[in-house]
């Protein structure tokens, strides 16, 4: 069955603009998270969604920094006014949900190159 | 604060030998364990879950678990150059609902 799918795969941006990233979770799926990768680093929790629960926003680096899920599926993370440090690969996954040991294993997108010029 | 370490490396293997990962957490009521694969400049990939003591053998990898050390590894049985990753080990806490705890990663190099 099909992936999970992120666009763009790159968005390169002038400082201070604004930027949309999108996620189309496997179908099914009910949990959503995204994370960012700077280069040479690991894995920074950003958000997460939970089925129709207020999203764990913890990992937002700033205010400049929101994200939504529609209907259950599809999230848009918006980095407001660009700045030069929020260049990295956005990443997207989801998970199965519920309380099964399988509901809990995390499947990536191919990620959103961003470049702040 | 929760933590997972994994050793950075990187850690270089012979092509054919056995390569040995491993992970420590700090929360003894973690439940579930995962490893992923990332290729370079790729996305992670889930290569292996565990989630009770013991081995977990999956074609040339095998996952092990021991709680009460609180440490995972992974086995890579006759390791070829396209094993050459980073590895991330991945913990779900006792109370952490859907999100995991990562380690920053093992850069594995497989030599020819």
């Known amino acids: 069955g099909a992936g999970v799918s992120q666009s763009p795969s790159n968005k390169v941006t002038e400082k201070g603009k604004d930027v949309e990233l999108r996620c189309d979770p496997i179908?099914?799926?009910?949990?959503l998270y995204w994370y960012r990768q700077s280069l040479g680093q690991g894995l920074e929790f950003l958000i997460y969604?939970?089925?129709?629960?207020?999203?764990?926003k913890s990992g937002l680096p700033s205010d400049r920094f929101s994200a939504e899920r529609t209907g259950g599926s599809v999230s848009t993370l918006t980095i407001q006014r660009t700045q030069q440090e929020d260049s990295a690969v956005y990443l997207c996954a989801s998970s199965l949900g519920g309380s099964g040991t399988g509901g809990f294993e995390q499947y990536f997108g191919p990620g959103t190159r961003l470049t702040v010029t | 604060q929760k933590e997972v370490e994994q050793n950075s490396g990187p850690l270089s293997v012979p092509e054919g030998a056995i390569a040995s990962l491993n992970c420590t957490y700090s929360d003894r009521g973690s439940q579930s364990f995962f490893w992923y694969r990332q290729y370079s400049g790729k996305s992670p990939e889930l290569i292996m879950s565990?989630?009770s003591n013991g081995d977990k053998e999956d074609g040339r990898f095998t996952a092990q678990l021991n709680k009460a050390s609180q440490y995972v590894s992974l086995l890579i049985r006759d390791s070829q150059p396209s094993d050459s990753a980073t590895y991330l080990c991945?913990?779900?806490?006792?109370?952490?609902?859907?999100?995991?705890?990562w380690g920053a990663g093992t850069k594995l190099i497989i030599k020819p």
């Open positions: 179908s099914g799926h009910t949990a």
């Open positions: 991945a913990v779900r806490g006792l109370d952490s609902n859907y999100q995991l705890i």
């Open positions: 969604f939970q089925g129709n629960s207020a999203p764990d």
């Open positions: 565990i989630y």
